[in-house]
């Protein structure tokens, strides 16, 4: 309970950040950007980055602890994300597997709690009902809130959670949203969430990957680092 409350006045203090119209640049990167430009981002106003680590429960990404090590030296608050496969694996099996390889977080102020990256893979919604993708998402969050002490962030676009979880808001007070839409403006959110806490707004990054937005000023960020 101690932590759903606490995570109701992260989203009250960044809904007030967000209507003042703070944002924080950051972006997020993968193998598939095998040069990336850590400190230039920093010195561009960037002040986070989301790593990939895992997929589903037999792939680390190959590049991660290269990429951690340069977020870290470059002074970046960085997390790692998970990208699901909710056909192979349960949602538990995916959270360990994650954790165990390079998906913590600690109370550093540094580490962003792990985010789960939710959208199409080999088929739309992996052959699960809604219902079955809600209760496989609440499997790998509990796993990992169980662990940490922290619900993972949920990366998703609004079509594919609206197909896959029938527009589910059992997650509004608890996980912390990534939305994904590559516009002008997050547009309407989905999930019953009041807002999005980070926005990836364009899937190209001067610096490397795609472009997301922290919904707040630094402190605020620093507050979802820290816990």
Not at 46 to 51: E, H, K, M, S, T
Not at 125 to 133: E, Q, T
Request: net charge neutral.
């Amino acid at each position: 309970m101690f932590y759903r409350f606490a995570f109701l006045a992260l989203l009250s203090s960044t809904a007030l950040m967000g209507t003042a119209h703070a944002e924080v640049s950051g972006f997020d990167i993968s193998h598939y950007q095998p040069n990336v430009d850590f400190k230039g981002a920093y010195s561009s106003g960037a002040r986070f980055v989301i790593i990939k680590a895992t997929e589903g429960t037999g792939y680390i990404d190959p590049k991660f602890s290269e990429h951690y090590t340069g977020a870290t030296n470059a002074g970046l608050i960085r997390g790692g994300y998970h990208f699901a496969r909710p056909s192979s694996g349960s949602g538990a099996a995916q959270a360990t597997y994650f954790l165990a390889h390079g998906g913590g977080w600690s109370a550093d102020g540094k580490t962003l709690p792990g985010m789960l990256d939710l959208e199409s893979g080999s088929s739309q919604c992996y052959g699960l009902s809604a219902s079955a993708m809600v209760s496989w998402i609440r499997d790998f969050s509990n796993t990992y809130r169980d662990k940490t002490g922290r619900y993972p962030m949920l990366y998703t676009n609004p079509s594919w959670w609206m197909a896959c979880t029938g527009n589910s808001n059992a997650f509004v007070s608890t996980n912390p949203l990534v939305l994904a839409r590559y516009a002008d403006s997050p547009g309407t959110i989905p999930g019953g969430w009041p807002y999005q806490t980070i926005w990836q707004y364009a899937d190209k990054y001067a610096y490397g990957g795609d472009g997301d937005k922290f919904n707040g000023n630094e402190a605020g960020l620093e507050k979802l680092a820290s816990g």
